[in-house]
């Protein structure tokens, strides 16, 4: 079935958007550096690009994307020409997203007759608040208990199959559908612009967010993280019918503007297509794992057991070691920025190599990406590792005695022995991390870990506490002996 749009899809309008997402990507370069700023066209002109320039990506090429999205809410006039569209949306109301197949004839066949899934998350367009997103959402989380920041109308959208809604993750929804049949998907945002501003005194300028979508193909484990599409576009949400009175107002702005004053701005579309981006970073959301069920009333979700407030909502999953290799091609480079969540300078770095990267100073970096985050990718790239709080080295007592009883049947062919220890880096300094660390470590459940305790004078076992954990000395050696418990299955460990 045919969509007609009113917006004028013309090769004007797409390359107008690429320059706008480009545009946007480095907006906020050298911001933080007062008086001295400089704009996109200086960073460009530094020694270190001065080579790169012409390998960028020209944004003048019309490459057709194979999907579109298309959110059906008209676009703000009081946008310059070259700046990104701003859309405004009224909170709770159900707005529709238009999921369109743009492939021409024979361009991915393999997803021909196949569901592909798209994730829709709601995430900051601010990079200062981007950064800080976790310890903004578990606020909100706080302050509206039960609520949900994006949610899904089911009886309103049509053609998704199987939407979810994860209850930890609020600003995210997913579902599956068909490009070859006709798809709408109907959102509504129930944050307000205003409850992220640093003083709420009344009459602040609300912060922007971003409606990001990310489409994924199934791979040959049939699950959905093969990359194809991803797109976005900024957007203010306010209370209800405050969206229609803040269009009004930048109408009748414009409407007392100069002629010649009109023209440096862009009118205003019925509708707003977003503009195509960088993958959202967070690999862990693009998974086939099985999720809760989507539930259409938005505070029907309860909040996770044990969370008393903020500061002890759950951490996200701190991955391994990401250290970018000298090595690394340009993809690979991108695909490194993109898991340390440095997508806002992915086109900036399309043609830098992981050697590329490792040349660069603490001093380009900065400049090029300003104070926080220059200072946050310098780091990444020389791989800097926080030290423990407290190391200690522990050994099994079963090892030793095999080899004590090795030594003494060889006589001196065992003179060489050596007792092999393991490292157990510890940063909470509790009984029960250390509890799961030795589970970890012999490749046990921490259930079967009944009490740990410190053997002490004249042979007595002292409970191991929190306290005395805080109170090891660094890199302290532990010969570990297990107890049978009579009364279950488990065991209590002792540390001599």
């Not at 307000?192 to 609300?206: A, L, N, Q, V």
């Not at 791979?219 to 203010?236: D, F, G, I, P, R």
């Not at 909040?303 to 090595?327: C, I, R």
């Not at 660069?360 to 780091?379: H, K, M, S, W, Y």
Request: aromatic share 8%.
């Amino acid at each position: 079935m045919a969509w007609a749009l009113k917006l004028p899809l013309t090769d004007e309008v797409i390359e107008s958007g690429l320059v706008q997402d480009f545009d946007a990507s480095l907006s906020g370069i050298g911001q933080e550096l007062g008086a001295g700023a400089y704009s996109m066209s200086d960073v460009l002109a530094l020694p270190i690009f001065k080579q790169e320039e012409s390998n960028l990506p020209p944004d003048s090429d019309n490459k057709i994307l194979p999907f579109q999205y298309v959110l059906c809410a008209a676009t703000s006039p009081a946008v310059k020409l070259h700046d990104e569209t701003l859309t405004y949306l009224n909170q709770g109301q159900s707005y529709e997203i238009r999921m369109l197949d743009n492939r021409k004839i024979g361009e991915l066949p393999e997803i021909t007759g196949k569901m592909v899934k798209s994730i829709i998350r709601v995430v900051f367009h601010d990079r200062r608040l981007q950064y800080t997103e976790h310890q903004q959402l578990e606020g909100w989380r706080w302050n509206r208990p039960g609520d949900r920041i994006l949610d899904l109308d089911i009886p309103m959208s049509v053609g998704i199959i199987d939407p979810r809604a994860n209850p930890t993750q609020l600003n995210t929804v997913e579902f599956l559908w068909d490009p070859s049949k006709r798809t709408s998907v109907f959102i509504q945002v129930h944050c307000i612009s205003t409850e992220f501003t640093m003083r709420k005194h009344g009459g602040e300028k609300g912060v922007p967010f971003r409606i990001q979508i990310d489409t994924f193909k199934e791979n040959e484990n049939e699950e959905y993280t093969e990359h194809l599409h991803s797109a976005s576009c900024q957007v203010k949400v306010f209370k209800p019918k405050g969206a229609d009175r803040k269009q009004k107002t930048d109408r009748e702005k414009m409407e007392k503007r100069a002629p010649q004053e009109k023209e440096k701005y862009q009118p205003s579309y019925e509708t707003t297509i977003l503009t195509e981006c960088c993958p959202w970073p967070e690999v862990t959301y693009v998974n086939n794992s099985p999720s809760p069920g989507f539930n259409s009333t938005h505070n029907s979700f309860p909040v996770a057991e044990g969370n008393g407030s903020p500061n002890h909502q759950p951490e996200p999953v701190v991955q391994v070691a990401d250290n970018l290799l000298p090595t690394a091609t340009p993809q690979d480079a991108q695909q490194w920025l993109l898991r340390n969540r440095f997508s806002p300078f992915c086109r900036l770095f399309t043609n830098f190599s992981g050697a590329d990267l490792l040349k660069l100073t603490r001093e380009d970096v900065i400049q090029i990406c300003g104070p926080a985050d220059g200072i946050r990718l310098f780091n990444a790239l020389k791989g800097r590792v926080v030290r423990p709080r407290l190391t200690i080295y522990v050994c099994q007592e079963s090892q030793q005695a095999r080899e004590q009883q090795v030594k003494h049947e060889n006589g001196d062919a065992a003179a060489n022995t050596f007792f092999v220890y393991h490292a157990i880096y510890l940063e909470e300094l509790t009984a029960a991390e250390l509890t799961e660390k030795i589970a970890q470590l012999f490749n046990i459940s921490p259930r079967q870990i009944n009490q740990i305790f410190k053997q002490g004078p004249t042979g007595i076992h002292v409970l191991v506490s929190d306290e005395m954990i805080q109170n090891f000395q660094d890199e302290v050696c532990f010969v570990l002996d297990t107890m049978k418990d009579d009364t279950n299955d488990g065991y209590h460990i002792i540390l001599k």
